[in-house]
């Protein structure tokens, strides 16, 4: 890796941090670039947690809604106007190497001040822009709105980043097939797991039987764990039915749901299915407190049914050594290989089966776990990530100074 140290403008149009996603990209990339001698200052809206070691320079809240919570509304475009100021403002004040744009509107904002301050933009690409606006039913892909909002996003990928990240091969290929995006343009940087955190190692029987209690879990039952987005795209009401599905078939297995947003609406969807008594809500979990609570879990699960988003809640299961029922899609696909326990989409009966086979196979559970641990470790390293995040840097940065020159 180069030695030298450049200074990175990082833009994220989100509420950094919270405890999902990729938000959890953008926090390791960053404490990794540091340890590996970057300075990184985050640009992001006025809410979020603020992480320890951490330069994030916020935008001013809404003058008539300061405690609006971000989503995709009309209310966006007011934050995403104001992140473009405080963008302008820091890279003026920070007089970056490099910007780095998370998702469509900071590779935008970014690809005009890249272009102000005669610096590289590379553009990290987190799914589609229009295919997550329809998973989030704010728009029809039928609708004139839905045309306008391809043509931007081609547009930002196309004519904006001399580089772009992808969280997956199959984003990679959503940028070429559908995008047109040169190859030589895109680079597949995968999420990676942090194998030291999410140890199963680390918490003791003792340890877990403390939290399982605390959760009102009772002894003796199996846990399927899921942490992430509580939202009917991520399969949640799917993973719902399973419960109704083994409880039906008297298997006494009990799902331990960790996330946000939509608890309460769930709650009352699984009281409705009379599988309240096998369901845990947790709300919210902090990042600092997830692998203790994913440790619970003899199962990870993955329904899942977005096909050009990543899934890096995957990994933290892997790290953990934990056997994965997931939907059949390329990206899982990609993550697990042929150690994933594959359903098809939307299948509830047959993820219901798949969890049931490996309760019924504890040694083979165990085998398969060490596997995905194994690969965690081997495949989806930080350092090895970062170290192509620095040479990426030190390639566009000398392109641009013999440009320049």
């Not at 985050?42 to 809410?47: A, L, N, P």
């Not at 199996?222 to 991520?234: E, H, K, R, S």
């Not at 309240?276 to 994913?294: I, S």
């Not at 930080?382 to 620095?390: D, F, G, K, L, R």
């Amino acid at each position: 890796m180069t030695q030298r140290p450049y200074r990175i403008l990082m833009i994220a149009p989100t509420s950094f941090f919270s405890d999902y996603g990729g938000h959890i990209r953008i926090l390791e990339e960053t404490r990794h670039l540091q340890a590996a001698g970057q300075q990184v200052a985050i640009v992001t809206y006025y809410k979020g947690s603020d992480m320890p070691g951490l330069d994030i320079r916020r935008t001013w809240p809404l003058p008539w809604r300061a405690d609006y919570d971000v989503g995709s509304s009309r209310h966006k475009l007011a934050f995403d106007v104001y992140l473009a100021a405080k963008s302008l403002l820091e890279g003026l004040r920070f007089r970056p190497d490099v910007i780095h744009g998370h998702m469509h509107e900071g590779a935008l904002i970014g690809g005009i001040l890249a272009r102000l301050l005669r610096v590289p933009l590379v553009f990290d690409f987190q799914g589609s822009l229009t295919a997550e606006m329809v998973d989030h039913n704010f728009l029809n892909p039928n609708g004139r709105i839905y045309a306008w909002a391809h043509r931007l996003e081609r547009f930002v990928a196309t004519r904006l980043p001399q580089a772009i990240l992808t969280s997956s091969i199959q984003a990679k290929q959503l940028l070429q097939n559908e995008f047109r995006v040169p190859p030589d343009r895109i680079h597949p940087l995968p999420d990676c797991a942090d194998v030291t955190r999410f140890d199963p190692a680390k918490f003791t029987p003792e340890s877990k039987l403390v939290l399982r209690r605390r959760l009102g879990i009772p002894d003796g039952r199996p846990i399927v764990a899921y942490l992430g987005l509580l939202t009917d795209y991520q399969g949640i009401p799917h993973l719902l039915q399973t419960a109704d599905s083994l409880k039906q078939s008297g298997e006494n297995v009990h799902f331990l749901v960790m996330g946000y947003p939509n608890v309460a609406r769930y709650r009352a969807m699984a009281n409705r299915l009379g599988v309240a008594d096998r369901v845990t809500f947790t709300g919210k979990v902090e990042y600092r407190d997830a692998p203790y609570f994913l440790s619970l879990g003899d199962i990870g699960v993955a329904p899942k049914m977005s096909s050009t988003e990543g899934s890096g809640k995957l990994l933290n299961y892997m790290a953990l050594a934990q056997p994965i029922v997931a939907y059949d899609t390329a990206v899982h696909r990609e993550y697990l290989a042929d150690l994933g326990v594959y359903v098809h989409v939307g299948d509830v009966s047959a993820f219901a089966q798949a969890i049931i086979s490996l309760l019924r196979d504890s040694a083979g559970m165990m085998a398969l776990g060490r596997k995905l641990r194994q690969r965690a470790r081997e495949v989806y390293s930080w350092e090895t990530a970062v170290c192509q995040i620095v040479d990426l840097y030190e390639n566009l940065t000398s392109e641009i100074q013999t440009h320049i020159i």
